[in-house]
């Protein structure tokens, strides 16, 4: 009797919630979070659906970046005739053409970002990601070195030469992903062309011949605004699907209404 008393849940009780459905290992935390989701958010529960049409949304919104990369690279680096590297501008007191040259590797940066989150789904998409490793690899090797006086030994080496083997990485980065672009079938191959052409003017060839740079952002623009006009009509808007739904149920309305009467 006792243990009966025990056991016994109150009638009525809602303590325990509803159990949670794990289809496997890589949906666990999916599972969780939807689960946990309050019931009337505007949002709604968190599913690999909505995290991956978030993604696409961020990719297509960020592809912009890439134009802007073009820009900011060639009006920095315009008549350059002293050298493709930044180091002048540090020697010469251009604080804001130094400042200016950080933001258009920056922009360079989030440009690969967005170009992995829109292949993220596409045949290339190893490429993409590999493209973006590769590229931070290479920011990362080339920016300790990039304003320091050419010939300051470090680590037994000159600086030019760090320089120009960080540059060579993200070279390699934009290469990579302008491959993955040329094979994704989402833009076309000429896209994915140019922007192979200037992988190396925007970094090591571009360090040795400063007027490269500028052609090569030349390459990056023509690339980058077809790239970006593209990616947004890559996926239908959540909004217009909306609208177009709700104009197909009002015409459906009135049409069952005139037939009524």
Known sequence: ???????????????????????????AGVAVVAAAAPEHSQVGPATNATWAWSVRRFARSMMWTLPGYAVAFGAITLGRFDGGGPAPYLENGLLLHLAGWVIAVWLGLMALVALAGLLAAARSRRSAAAGLMIGLTGVALWLPFAAIPEDTRMYGVDARYLALAGASVYSLGWLVSGWAVARSGLFTKSDGLML??????????????????????????????????????????????????????????????????
């Open 1 to 27: 009797m006792t243990n009966a008393t025990k056991h016994t849940r109150p009638a009525g009780s809602t303590v325990r919630s509803a159990p949670v459905r794990v289809v496997s290992r890589t949906d």
């Open 196 to 261: 192979m052409i200037a992988a190396p003017m925007v970094g090591v060839a571009g360090l040795l011949v400063g007027p490269l740079q500028t052609v090569g952002a030349i390459f990056l623009l023509a690339a980058g605004i077809g790239m970006a006009w593209t990616s947004g009509r890559l996926v239908p808007s959540i909004h217009a699907n909306a609208r177009s739904a709700g104009a197909a149920a009002v015409a459906a309305q009135v049409a069952t209404t005139g037939s009524a009467q």
